[in-house]
């Protein structure tokens, strides 16, 4: 078996997605494929279109062979804890072979030794950013001008030009992918890493063009219009036959926005206590309490907030940790772990047995097919924590997700929801 790990959210699965799996599989000459990805909230700090485990489905439709979810606390916070919990399960699994991921650079030798350098700190290095701070440059300015001196001065790049370097360093895909290569190097991981050019579509372009456009795209035009046969041409069809199902079924797309209201009592009832939440210090707090009585949605209290001290993807997050009741000492917990103790399966297919019958006897993991396995005396903190908010965040999208579908609800669904097998 010869297994390759991508770190995905398909929100949704469309042709790009399909495009570098079938990519994937070709440079890495992979049999099987694992998708880690994120469940119901996102890296974003946004709630996903449609839940875990129909997203889950439409890739293991399209291609993928066995889809497991990225424990909540690692799925919606910052590219460098985000990518830690990801390659810390891939890693934890003692099978994977490579791991593939998008970047708008495409060479992963580049990459990975600006990778290196970061997680490295070279004295010499560490001198280049003490000079550039002292200068009055701010901390990403600053870094970005060491590494370039430092990459310089000992020819670790061939002819790479300043300019190239700050777009690599400020690129969303390629953060991301730095981020999943200071993780492996940080685990002395043997999982090799390969990445592929991103194609077309620019990462947050909200236009429909062609045949691969970005997900950003597809997600503004299922919030502003019911016609979902725009998007017919950038989807493939499984994933088209999965949205028209639910969409026929009364489920509809979920937005922040209808998250505001939940949000706003826990900011009026938490006021005292917002500090304890993650992401939330320099005093964010005093303009989200201030704000929420103002502000008639989500995306207003954002604005309202942003500045160039607080960043829009930061205030999302913040926020996104308040509505979920994330706090700084369960991250503090969780964000440097070097074993991820379980693995929660969504959705496999046969060569997804096969690779779950690998890990059985590659790695002591704790396999998650249902909930109502689960041992109510483990005592491992850490998988405790992990879990809560796994349960705890499935239950708060369901408020609002199966908001038409009162009748289908048991209580908390992780509980009565079985993995999705593709025969």
Known sequence: MNLTGLIVEYNPFHNGHLYHLHKSKQITN??????????????????????????AKMAVENGVDLVVELPTLFACQSAEIFAQGAVT????????????????????DILYTLAKILVEEPEEFKLYLKNFLDDGMLFP?????ALYSYIENNNLIN???????????????????????????KLKSPIKPYTITRIQSQY?????????????????????????????????????????????????PVFEDLFFDNLSSIVIRDKNNLKKYFEVNEGIENKIYQNIFTSSSTDELQFSIKSKRYTLTKIKRTLNNILLGITKDDINLVKDISYMPYIRVLAFNDKGREILKNIKNNSDINIINKFSNISHSNTNDIFNTL?????????IYNLIYYKNNKNLVKGPMDFYTSPVYIK
């Open 141 to 145: 300015v600053a870094r970005g001008q």
């Open 387 to 395: 879990i809560d908010y796994d349960i705890k965040s499935t239950n």
């Open 204 to 252: 947050n372009s909200d236009t429909i063009d062609g045949s691969i456009c970005s997900a950003t795209a597809i997600r503004k035009l299922l919030k502003e219009s019911s016609d979902i046969s725009q998007i017919q041409s950038v989807v493939p069809k499984p994933t088209f036959d999965n949205l028209v199902d639910k969409l026929n079924n009364k489920f509809r």
């Open 30 to 55: 992979a049999t099987h494929t694992i998708a880690i990805m994120s469940g119901n909230f996102l890296q974003r700090g946004e709630p996903a279109l449609f839940d875990k485990y129909t997203r």
């Open 159 to 185: 002819n790479i030009s300043s300019d190239r370097l700050f777009d690599i360093l400020n690129s969303s895909n390629n953060i991301l992918g730095l981020e999943y290569l200071k993780s492996l190097i």
């Open 89 to 108: 399960l891939l890693n934890s699994l003692n099978c994977v072979n490579s791991i593939c991921f998008g970047s708008e650079e495409g060479d992963t």
